[in-house]
């Protein structure tokens, strides 16, 4: 199986600061990496997909990177709405879907 | 627009089976661009893939539910099914549906959430 790690668990950080969350795959993923935003009481929204690729209707403050086994969340300038729990998830095996555990952002 | 209803009973007791069915709207459950996939969620934890029913009909589940899952597929009423048997309060959590776009590699839709309980 796929383990994908992120870090960290948790983030304090102010408005208008940039952040930057980690993902880490157990092995060799390409890019095929997904990037997800779930608020308190709701269903995660995708944000990210193939690694890189903004989501249709996603603010342009929300970036990712990388490729391989390590990949980056960055929101160039925090703003109070994006305060929630950000999850990775890897695509490549279709046989076994792994999501990482999450990181839960606060202002 | 595409849409995903979960529904079924919010409670289950101990050792029984919990069934859910996920409803689509607004597309085709056949769409070659789609795939459908459950992944549920504790409270306070993270997502757990579930299982995912791909428009081949291949169907793969998580290892550590394999033995207790059915996944299926109804076209006629545009639902998919999960069916979870003997249940124990470790399977309390929302259970989410979410399709898979296969141009994106992504769950890009997906249902609200229901929560199951497992208590007697």
């Known amino acids: 199986d796929i383990q994908m790690t992120q870090s960290p668990s948790s983030l304090s950080a102010s408005i208008g600061d940039r952040v930057t969350i980690a993902c880490r795959a157990s092995q060799n993923i390409g890019s095929h990496l997904n990037w997800y935003q779930q608020k308190p009481g709701k269903a995660p929204e995708l944000l990210i997909y193939a690694a890189d690729k903004l989501q249709s209707g996603v603010p342009l403050r929300f970036s990712g990177g990388g490729s391989g086994t390590d990949f980056t969340l960055t929101i160039s300038s925090l703003r109070p709405e994006d305060v929630a729990t950000y999850y990775c998830?890897?695509?490549?095996?279709?046989?076994?879907?792994?999501f990482g555990q999450g990181t839960k952002l606060e202002i | 627009q595409l849409q995903l209803q979960e529904s079924g009973p919010g409670l289950v007791k101990p050792s029984e089976t919990l069934s859910l069915t996920c409803t689509v709207s607004?597309?085709?459950?056949?769409?070659?661009?789609?795939?459908w996939a459950w992944i549920r969620q504790s409270s306070g934890m993270g997502l757990e893939w579930i299982g995912t029913?791909?428009?081949?009909?291949?169907?793969y589940y998580n290892p550590s539910l394999k033995s207790r899952l059915t996944i299926s597929v109804d076209t006629s009423k545009s639902q998919v099914s999960l069916s979870l048997r003997s249940v124990t309060a470790a399977d309390t959590s929302v259970y989410f549906c979410a399709r898979g776009n296969y141009r994106e590699g992504a769950f890009d839709v997906w249902g609200q959430g229901t929560l199951v309980t497992v208590s007697s």
């Open positions: 998830q890897q695509s490549y095996s279709t046989v076994m879907c792994t």
């Open positions: 607004g597309d085709s459950i056949s769409s070659s661009n789609s795939y």
């Open positions: 029913l791909y428009y081949s009909g291949n169907i």
